[in-house]
């Protein structure tokens, strides 16, 4: 999960439900990312950007495209089942972002878990301000 933990107004639960075949859901305050398995492995490379920018050289399997509000700078990326990992990141202003976020998963097996659908991930979120964008020429 991305979020504006900060925000007075802004709560996870809000966020919408995810649809089918989505690998993430944004809105108001950040985003919530699915990974696939019964348990997961996770690597994920956050880049904030002042525009737009060029999609990555690397293959992903998976894609959204999306948008959220921050109403602070400053976000936590962590994992809503455990946080012993959690990030904090600032951004550069509040308000309106795009995003993108890429996904790979690939099936391994662990030992201590064998009987377990397990995985490893990885994932690329790109996010930069939304006023940042241009119009199409």
Not at 55 to 67: I, N
Not at 119 to 134: D, I, V
């Amino acid at each position: 999960m991305l979020f504006d933990v900060e925000s007075t107004e802004a709560r996870a639960s809000h966020l919408p439900p995810q649809t089918d075949g989505a690998i993430a859901v944004s809105g108001h305050g950040g985003g919530k990312f699915f990974t696939l398995g019964e348990m997961t492995d996770v690597v994920v490379d956050f880049e904030v950007w002042t525009a737009e920018p060029a999609l990555p050289t690397s293959p992903f399997e998976d894609r959204f495209d999306g948008a959220f509000t921050v109403d602070t700078e400053r976000v936590v990326l962590g994992s809503v089942t455990g946080s012993p990992a959690d990030v904090i990141i600032e951004l550069p202003v509040p308000g309106p972002f795009q995003l993108r976020a890429f996904r790979t998963s690939t099936p391994t097996v662990n030992s201590d878990f064998p009987e377990l659908d397990y995985r490893h991930e990885r994932w690329l979120l790109q996010t930069w301000p939304s006023s940042a964008q241009t119009s199409p020429t």
